[in-house]
């Protein structure tokens, strides 16, 4: 079933699916070239023509849930125009476009900023690649249809399930067609004995017990028999026989089977491989005035030596990276090894566990760097991990990195 057209976001899906992008407006009913305007603090309207001509004001509210608030459609049109930019430029474009629509009306509207997380779920939804969004909310329509759909099947109302062990008993009762079908496409549920099953009998009658005191007949037990496992493991124990320190042979030239307490030592003496810790990781601030960049932070860290991040001494290669290693040794932690840190400027890949991993934050004192962080409040944040402000010699730490507390430490270059 087609959705209905009078839906904002279904428009703006289609329109791209058949590239045909709408066009924003100055009128709900454009009838001259003028009308189309590009800026959307101007626009009042989204025109779209393509798969049908339809026109919705720039304000209206949509399906998109943000803060358990609906987006209204002048934020989701920006973010898809705004889907290649990096986080930092969608966040500017969005605070300069909120300015500009500040002055023309006010403040009456503005443009919300998606978080990554969902701006990457709205994208891919809108450009075809998902058919479900977490963020989108279901049309009346589609509930509907569900509804209709359960009532058909029987799980609400209408015909009511019965349940497949019970279908057998009743012989005599007349079952709907359509629940038959799926009778017969269900699958044999067993308990837990029949599921743990194994490839060969562990179960066998032991040997019948008398009972000399009491007059009882003949009793018979059941125990497990595990002897097939024994003759499998055989095979294992006898390799660590052939090897040096183990148990020697008999006098009859076999190799004689080591008692229980040798066999747990020996266990208990095995090295064990050291596992490899995780690499720990340094955010460090995307932002244009830092200090330190992708582009210049390796040779600061390993070698103590400052380089301008946009001079040619820094290279190119860096200034592209999304992640950088750097290796330092510390006695503190391990004399022996040294220790691999993960260097990245954004928390676009993280997974949930890699926060754990997180052990400092490089910041320029703007806190628009923290959103997409687990911790969003700097207090917070740095309450959890260590915070480094740097700036130049001679300049004043700014007041909104000293009042965050002192999780955070500064540093000045020359």
Known sequence: ????????????????????????TSSPNPTQPSDAIENLAVATHLQFADPEHISFPLNTPTRFISSEKPVDL??????????????????ASAQQLNEKLFGADGGGSKVQNLVFVERLDLITWLEGASEESEYIKALESDIATARSAQVASGAAGGIPTIPSSTAGARAGKTIDPRLQEIYNGERRMGDRNSVLRGIKP??????????????????????????HIRKSAESFLARNRTRPGAHPPSSTGTTAPPST???????????????RRPDPIILLSPSASSLLRMSNIKSFLEAGTYIPPDSALAGSSGATATILHISRLLPAIDASRPLRFILVDTPEQFKPDYWSRVVAVFTTGQTWQFRGYKWQSPPELFRHVLGIYVGWRGEDVPTTVRGWGRGVSSAQIE
């Open 1 to 24: 079933m087609d959705a209905p057209s009078s839906d904002p976001l279904i428009s703006l899906r289609r329109s791209i699916a058949s590239n045909h992008p709408p066009i924003p």
């Open 74 to 91: 002048r934020s989701i049109y920006f973010a898809w125009q705004k889907k290649d930019v990096a986080i930092p430029d969608y966040i």
């Open 202 to 227: 562990t179960v066998r009658p032991s040997p019948p017990i008398h009972t000399p005191i009491l007059p009882l007949p003949k009793l018979t037990s059941m125990r497990q028999d595990f002897s």
């Open 261 to 275: 307490v040798s066999n747990a030592s020996s266990l208990v003496s095995l090295p064990k491989k050291p596992s």
